[in-house]
C-alpha cells in the first residue's frame, strides 16, 4: 500500500487478556518504530527495528510487551496478560533509513491501535 | 536524557490570522533534528516541517516556519493565514542523529502537544 497500515483499528480487550498488534510499514522501508500514546499526551518510544533486527527496546514498559519483525518488513507488537494502565492508542511509524551522514529519514506513521483494556 | 516541553495545552486562532506555538526542549547533544507534526482528529500524524540544528537559517515550508533559537533550547512554529484544516494537535519532537556513518534512524522524542482550533 502506499502508507504505513495497522490493525486492527480498535481493540477491546478484558483485563488479563493477551493481544497482538499488527504494522504493515512502507514497502521497502528499513526502520520500524512502536509508540505508544496514552490519552491527550504525546506519544512516548516503545521499541525500534532495522529489518529484522530489534536495535532498541528500552521504551517497552514492562516484560509483559513484546515486539518482533521476523523477516523485516510487517511487525507485531504483543501485550501479555493486558492491565487497564494499557489503555492508549499504540502508533507505529516507517521511514527508509540511509547510511548517509547527517540524513534525517522522515518517520511515516500509521492510524494508530486504540486499545482499551477494561 | 532529552526533554521536550510545550507549554500551551490549548491555543485557538480566528482564520486568516498568525498564531505562534512554543516548544523549549534539553539535550547536552550537539548533532540533532527538530520537528513539528500535525495530527488532527481522528487522523494519522503527518510532519509539518523539520529543522537541522547544524544549520542557523529557520525552515520553512509554504504557510509554516520555525523559530530556531538552539542556545536558548527553542523551536517555535509560526502558522501563517491560518485555515481551517488547520486544527489539529501539534507535537514538537526531537531526534538524536545516529552513530557517524550508520544513521540508526533515531527514535523521536515528544512533546506533550498544543491542541490548535482554528475558528471561522
Redesign the interface.
Known amino acids: 500500500g502506499a502508507g504505513v497500515s495497522q490493525s486492527p483499528r480498535y481493540k477491546v480487550a478484558k483485563r488479563g487478556q493477551d493481544v497482538a498488534l499488527r504494522c504493515d510499514p512502507i514497502s521497502g522501508h528499513v526502520s520500524l518504530f512502536w509508540y505508544q500514546q496514552a490519552l491527550g499526551q504525546g506519544p512516548e518510544f516503545l521499541t525500534y527495528f532495522q529489518n529484522e533486527a530489534q536495535l532498541d527496546k528500552s521504551g517497552l514498559p514492562s516484560d509483559r510487551f513484546f515486539a518482533e519483525r521476523p523477516e523485516g518488513s510487517v511487525s507485531t507488537l504483543k501485550i501479555q496478560r493486558t492491565q487497564q494502565e494499557d489503555s492508549a492508542v499504540y502508533l507505529c511509524a516507517s521511514s527508509l533509513a540511509t547510511a548517509l551522514v547527517g540524513r534525517s529519514d522522515e518517520q511515516f506513521f500509521g492510524p494508530g491501535t486504540r486499545l482499551t483494556v477494561l | 536524557a532529552q526533554t ?1 516541553t ?1 507549554s500551551q495545552p490549548e491555543m485557538s486562532v480566528q482564520e486568516a490570522e498568525t498564531v505562534t506555538l512554543s516548544c523549549t526542549y534539553d539535550t547536552s547533544e550537539s ?1 540533532y ?1 527538530l520537528f513539528w507534526y500535525k495530527q488532527p482528529p481522528s ?5 509539518v516541517i ?1 529543522q ?1 540544528a ?1 544549520k542557523q537559517q529557520n525552515a520553512t515550508e509554504n504557510r509554516f516556519s520555525v523559530n530556531f533559537q538552539k542556545a536558548a533550547k527553542s523551536f517555535s512554529l509560526k502558522i501563517s493565514d491560518s485555515q481551517l484544516g488547520d486544527t489539529a494537535m501539534y ?1 514538537c ?1 526531537f ?1 538524536k ?1 545516529g552513530a ?6 533515531g ?7 498544543t491542541e490548535l482550533s482554528v475558528k471561522p
Request: net charge positive; proline share 0%.
Open positions: 521536550v510545550q548533532n533534528y487522523r494519522q500524524m503527518i510532519l523539520r537541522e547544524y507535537f519532537a531526534m542523529l557517524l556513518f550508520y544513521n540508526q534512524g527514535k523521536l522524542i515528544f512533546g506533550q502537544g
